[in-house]
Nanobody
């Protein structure tokens, strides 16, 4: 089992920034993928960004150039730096973990990000 604890959500004005963190604990594989999915009101959950334990990243087109997904392998923690936020970024952001050679996915509890003036 893997436990994921997220932090850093909240209310921010358009154009502002937020940083999300997600710490993993439990049975962590050294080779893994961690990242973030977002679920906007009335929509399905969608990929935002992922980063492998080797540092390879993947981003949704809508966040490229604005969001940066990074990680600290020693702390089993992944970070999502979100800049130039707009109302379309409003969503519940859930942390994601999967062993690189596993199909089992673990999810965090989700953290709300609201972009509004």
């Amino acid at each position: 089992q893997v436990q994921l604890v997220e932090s850093g959500g909240g209310l921010v004005q358009p154009g502002g920034s937020l940083r999300l963190s997600c710490a993993a604990s439990g049975s962590i594989f050294s080779a893994n993928i961690m990242g973030w999915y977002g679920q906007a009101p009335g929509k399905t959950r969608e990929l935002v960004a992922t980063v492998t334990s080797g540092g390879s990243t993947n981003y949704a087109d809508s966040v490229k150039g604005r969001f940066t997904n990074s990680r600290n392998n020693a702390k089993n923690t992944v970070y999502l730096q979100m800049n130039s936020l707009n109302a379309e970024d409003t969503a519940v952001y859930s942390c994601y973990y999967r062993g690189s050679f596993s199909r089992v996915v673990f999810w965090g509890q989700g953290t709300q990000v609201t972009v509004s003036s």
